[in-house]
Each structure stands twice: as C-alpha cells, then as structure tokens.
C-alpha cells in the first residue's frame, strides 16, 4: 500500500489504522490467552472476556456490513475474515455469558 500512487496522508492514515488495528486485536487475544493460562481471577476474566467478545464481534459485524455493500463480486468469501471474527467473539461470550 505503501508503494501506491496516491495521497501521502491518506497512506499514512491508512497503515497507522492497520498497525493499531492489528495490535488492538493481538492485545485481546494475548489477554484472554493469559487469563485461560489461569494467570488472572475469575472476577477479572470475565468482565476481559465479554469486552473481547463484543471488540471480536463488533470488528466481524462492520467487516460483513463492508463486505457486503462494497459491490464488488463475491466479496462475502473473498473476504471472509468477518466469519473468523464472529465465531471468535460468539465463542468468547458463550464461554462467559450465563
């Protein structure tokens, strides 16, 4: 993206936008990593959890409502890391949710 013939700034914004992306997914994941090692209480876990889950599901759902009014062909399943997002996310909660 980098290397693309296009507005500097929007470059710019466009990879700062995918590294804190990236490391805003990466710290919930190692989060509730080190929780599930057994390394956190209960009461702090799940509270950890549940923001997990709804950061996961929120990230899939915008990504399926992207995807899917982008009209471009067949981007549901060229693009599918909204399915990864909302299982991950639906997971996290049934795991925490009574």
Known sequence: MLAADFDPTSKRIM???WHMSTITLAVAA???LYGGLGYLEPAVLEPLAVYAGIQ???Y?????FLVTTSK???????????????AVGGTELLGVLP
Do not use: T
Request: charged share 5%.
């Open 56 to 58: 996961f599901l929120a």
């Open 30 to 32: 190692l989060a509730l």
């Open 72 to 86: 471009l062909s067949g981007a549901v399943y060229k693009q599918f890391q909204w399915s990864l997002f909302l």
């Open 60 to 64: 899939g759902a915008l990504h399926l």
């Open 15 to 17: 990879a700062f936008v």
